[in-house]
Structure formats: structure tokens, C-alpha cells
């Protein structure tokens, strides 16, 4: 049987401490590598700490940055997904994810989808990301979604069909919406999409969300691992720090499309039609959208 | 036509409530290098469970209430100070301002009682922080969401604090939180009141009670209702408009004061720093 062990902490970093921040990430590889993890997950900015705002300039870090690297270094054979602020060559700033495996930096992902409503700045501070990128790994190829990303339907669903058998959402959640009998529409409407990626797409999927206060918001974690099938692996407790490992058996993922191949169904020529429509005019090319462009 | 109406429900689920905030204020106390508080208690149900969340995050030899009372406030606030105090079993210490206020006023003649509540409010700030500094503990800020929104509280005097647990939650709200703390029954159904003068009443001052604006501040702000969608949910046109310019007008409360923008970076303007940077 393929199996990955995955390791999830939820954990609460310092805010622009980033020394601070590699310390605690230090020590939890150590623990994932000890536990046998194939793959550690961290939240949202985890290196940098949520509300960054207009210091992004004195957080940011190249790819290729000594941190990241000797964080890689450091974690070996073990692969981890941690969140950080990108610091691109022309200058700009990106809520990003790095996959590290090996002693390098093998992935970016960055934000597509920067929430700028309500009690979110992100598009003040940060640029949005202009390219999915799921990439290849040892356990099949994986797809990260950063928190809004999430709750963008489109966005899973382009990952599954650019073939990634492992979608990993990293949040920074803070509670709200607090109502009678333990409802909270933050924690709802996150339980809502990440089941639905996983029922939907029939993927196993990764949810890691931070605990912690910063500017009277409180993050309320509940990370979960959950199966093709939607059936919980592994679930964090809210609103305190924890970390855990399971297993996630790779080969349920084909067993369930046997059932329900959303894949093989998806339909993606047919999408690009429609948004071609919705975008372009009234007139697509209706078989192939590719033999207008010259 | 089957038109679903949205009820009303202020209910929050009081145990992640407590929960969260306990979570809030620890985060918090831990992050800032503080291990006590200090808060004013007032014998009112807000003040009650501003204590009580307090406790429950620091432990009570860690958390300070001051008993402040004016001239002119009733005995009975400060015998439910003393009874919240032994509830939860913190330190009370009676700190009066009454002398404080009239060596201010100097026997001036025709000071009014707004004059007179600011003064009160704003000598009790000055008591909160200096026990702040001297204690080396933060001022826990207790005023609730209701008054916030409509203003009903001094500028720099009530409203000033370090860190407000309940600031988010109506006053109906507190009241189920209150039950759920322990809070005695007395305190939470005693009229609210500011306590200024023998008589006064939160809700005669206002003219409307908690329970009918709260309704409507939940539908206006926290639901995003139009004029016109609050009017045919009953409210009446005249009460929309008083709590609109209410909320409006005291806009000011609720903000740094305006600084006149000069450099291309200015406090308050385009500083975008979080106060928690590095903690």
C-alpha cells in the first residue's frame, strides 16, 4: 500500500519575529522527523505571522533566501509546505507557500485570490499570484491553496485537473461570526469547501489553519486531514497549538474514482469555453477556443 | 408569496464565547509581558463579566478592580462591586473620585451632568492607568458593542483601555454571557446605568431600551439591512434615524483623532503597522 505520513501543526507564530519563527519551525521538523513523516504542514505565513501590513518590505524573502534554505537543510528527506512572504526579483510581495525537500526550496505557491473586503487588506500589501503550479513529489502531485484560494471553487478544481492527487490548504482563519450552539461562519464556511474538495474531486486534502491572537483576532485552527472520501483522518483541537501525524493511504484516491471519476469528467475544455464567453464576447469558438488565436 | 423572514437571534454559544475570549486575553497578556489586570468595577453586569473573564485568563491574585465611586453614586453599586469581587474572589480596592472631581470643579457654579460624568469617567481613567503603570498591570476595558456604537461613553474616559474582551458583544449579549459566568441574577437585571446621578438610568438617558436597539443594531450593522428593509421589519422610522445619527456623530469616539496629512507617511493615515509587530 502507498502510504504518506503527514504531519500538520497548527501553530501560532510571532508576529514579524522570524527568527523566532525558523526556531519553532526547527523544532517541529525535528519532531515530524522523528515521527516518520513523509510531509510537514505549516499554516498560512507561518514564518511571518498573519498581519504583516505595511512591513511586508522588512519580512520578505527570496526563494532563494539562507532561511529558507537551511530550513530545507534542515528538515532533509522530510518534505514541508510553510507559509512566508515572497519577495520577488521585480519587487513585489507575495502571501506565498514554499515546499522545501531535500535542502532546497522546490516550490512556490503564491495567494491567487487576496481577500480585500471586510477586515482583509491583503491587495494593500501583497500582489496576487498569476500562476497555479501544483508540483511533483515522491507521493503524487500536489496542489497548495492558500486561504481564500480555498473558497474560490475554480481553484481546486483547476489543480485537480492539472493532475494533483494531494490538494494542501493553508489558512490563517480568524473566528468570527459567533452565534448560538457553536456556530461560527469562519470555521463553517472553511469545513464547507474543504469537504467539498475532498468529496467533490475525490482527493485526499490537507487543511492546516494557525491558532494565536494578533489585532484582536483570534485564529481558531481545527486543522484536518481528510480522505477521498471526506472521512476525517486527523482532526486539531480548536484555539490551542497542536500538532499530530497520520496516514494517508494514496492508493483510496483510485479506488474512489473507480466510483466517482470526477477527473476523467471534469470537462475542462468546456469550462475555457464558457469563460472564454464570459470574458471575451459573445462568440466562442465552440469547439476549440485555441483556433482564434492566431 | 413566501417571504422567509430572518430572525432575530443575539444568542451566542456562551461556552466558545468564554472560551475564545479567555484564549484572547491570554494570547494577549503573554504577548504584551503583562501577567495582572485592573478594571473598574462598577457593581454592573458588564464590569461583572469583564472581572469574571479576568479571572478565568489570569487567575484572581492577578487581577486588580477598582471601586470608584463619585459624590452622588448609590451605596447599592458599590455593595455588588464588593459582592461580584467575593464571587470571584479578586482584590476590590475603593479608590473614590468624588474628592478628585469637586477639587476639579473649584466650587464652580452650573456645572452640568455631562460635565460632571465626564469628569467621573475621565478620574477613573486617570486612577486605572496610574495603577496600570504602578502595578505593571493592563487596564481591561469593559465598555460592550452597544455603547460603542451609539457612543454612550467619555472620550478618554470610559472608553480608554489597554484591551477590551467584551467591545464586540450587544449588551443582551453580556447578559447571556453574565448568566453563563455566575453573574448574580441582581446584577444582571438591575436597570444599567452609568451612575451618576441618583435615578440615573442608561436606558432613560436613551430613551429606548437595550433589548429594541440592540435588535436593530444587529440587523443595521451586522446584517447590512437598508432603511427601508429595517422599516418593514417594524422598526420605527424615527428610532432608525435617532440611532443612525447616534452612530454617526460619534464616529469620532471611535477613531484616533484626525491628524492633517503632511509626509507620505502619517500616523493614523497610511502607518500601516499592527500593534502586535514582534509579539
Known amino acids: 500500500m502507498r502510504r504518506l505520513n503527514i504531519a500538520i501543526d497548527q501553530m501560532a507564530p510571532r508576529l514579524g519575529d522570524i527568527a523566532t519563527n525558523v526556531a519553532a519551525h526547527r523544532k517541529s521538523i525535528a519532531w515530524a522527523r522523528r515521527q516518520k513523516a513523509d510531509l510537514l504542514v505549516f499554516p498560512e505565513l507561518s514564518l511571518t505571522g498573519y498581519m504583516v501590513m505595511g512591513m511586508v518590505s522588512h519580512v520578505g524573502l527570496a526563494p532563494d533566501d539562507l532561511v529558507l534554505t537551511e530550513l530545507a537543510r534542515s528538515a532533509g528527506p522530510l518534505g514541508v509546505i510553510l507559509g512566508f512572504v515572497e519577495r520577488a526579483d521585480d519587487g513585489r510581495f507575495y502571501n506565498a507557500a514554499a515546499f522545501l525537500k531535500d535542502g532546497a526550496v522546490r516550490a512556490v505557491q503564491r495567494k491567487m485570490f487576496l481577500p480585500n473586503y471586510g477586515m482583509f487588506d491583503e491587495k494593500r500589501f501583497f500582489a496576487e499570484g498569476d500562476r497555479l503550479a501544483p508540483f511533483d513529489t515522491p507521493w503524487g502531485r500536489t496542489g497548495i491553496l492558500i486561504c481564500y484560494d480555498a473558497l474560490q471553487p475554480a481553484v481546486a478544481y483547476l489543480h485537480e485537473q492539472a493532475g494533483a492527487q494531494l490538494i494542501v490548504t493553508i489558512s490563517a482563519s480568524p473566528a468570527r461570526g459567533i452565534g448560538p450552539e457553536g456556530a461560527m461562519t469562519g470555521r463553517e464556511i472553511f469545513r464547507i469547501a474543504h469537504l467539498a474538495h475532498s468529496r467533490l474531486l475525490g482527493l485526499p486534502t490537507v487543511f492546516v489553519n494557525r491558532v494565536g491572537t494578533e489585532e484582536g483576532s483570534t485564529f481558531w485552527g481545527g486543522s484536518q486531514v481528510l480522505d477521498p472520501q471526506g472521512e476525517t483522518l486527523c482532526e486539531l483541537p480548536e484555539y490551542e497549538p497542536a500538532r499530530e501525524v497520520c496516514e494517508i493511504d494514496l492508493e483510496a484516491t483510485a479506488r474512489t474514482h473507480t466510483r466517482f471519476p470526477h477527473l476523467k469528467e471534469g470537462r475542462p475544455d468546456f469550462i475555457l469555453q464558457e469563460l472564454w464567453r464570459l470574458c471575451m464576447g459573445p462568440h466562442p469558438p465552440l469547439s476549440s477556443p485555441w483556433s482564434t488565436i492566431p | ?279
Not at chain 2, 423572514?5 to 484572547?24: N, P
Not at chain 2, 454592573?44 to 471601586?67: I, T
Not at chain 2, 455566575?182 to 437595550?210: C, H, M, N, R
Open chain 2, 1 to 279: 408569496m413566501k417571504r422567509p423572514v430572518k430572525q432575530i437571534d443575539l444568542t451566542v454559544d456562551s461556552l466558545v464565547t468564554v472560551g475564545l475570549l479567555i484564549e484572547f486575553l491570554c494570547g494577549h497578556f503573554e504577548k504584551k509581558g503583562f501577567a495582572d489586570a485592573v478594571l473598574g468595577v462598577s457593581g454592573g453586569v458588564d464590569s461583572a463579566v469583564g472581572a469574571a473573564l479576568a479571572v478565568e485568563a489570569l487567575g484572581a491574585d492577578h487581577v486588580a478592580g477598582l471601586a470608584m465611586p463619585a459624590e452622588e453614586s448609590d451605596p447599592a453599586s458599590l455593595a455588588d462591586a464588593e459582592k461580584i469581587a467575593a464571587l470571584y474572589g479578586f482584590n476590590l480596592l475603593l479608590r473614590p473620585v468624588g474628592s478628585v472631581i469637586s477639587a476639579f470643579f473649584d466650587g464652580s457654579a452650573g456645572v452640568g451632568n455631562v460635565r460632571l460624568g465626564n469628569a467621573a469617567a475621565r478620574a477613573r481613567m486617570m486612577r486605572l492607568f496610574d495603577y496600570s503603570h504602578e502595578h505593571h498591570a493592563l487596564v481591561i476595558g469593559t465598555s460592550n458593542k452597544t455603547e460603542l456604537l451609539l457612543g454612550y461613553g467619555t472620550w478618554y474616559g470610559d472608553l480608554a483601555c489597554s484591551i477590551n474582551p467584551i467591545g464586540d458583544l450587544y449588551k443582551t449579549q453580556i447578559r447571556q454571557l453574565a448568566s453563563f459566568l455566575g453573574v448574580p441574577d441582581e446584577v444582571i437585571e438591575k436597570p444599567p446605568s452609568a451612575d451618576l446621578w441618583p435615578g440615573q438610568t442608561d436606558e432613560g438617558e436613551l430613551g429606548f431600551t437595550y433589548e429594541e436597539v440592540d435588535r436593530l443594531l444587529y440587523l443595521m450593522i451586522d446584517c447590512d439591512y437598508s432603511f427601508e428593509a429595517l422599516t418593514e421589519r417594524g422598526f420605527a422610522p424615527g428610532f432608525i434615524k435617532r440611532v443612525v445619527d447616534l452612530i454617526t456623530s460619534s464616529q469620532f469616539k471611535r477613531s484616533l483623532p484626525t491628524i492633517a496629512k503632511l509626509s507620505a507617511k502619517t500616523v493614523g493615515i497610511d502607518l500601516h503597522l499592527s500593534r502586535d509587530w514582534g509579539t
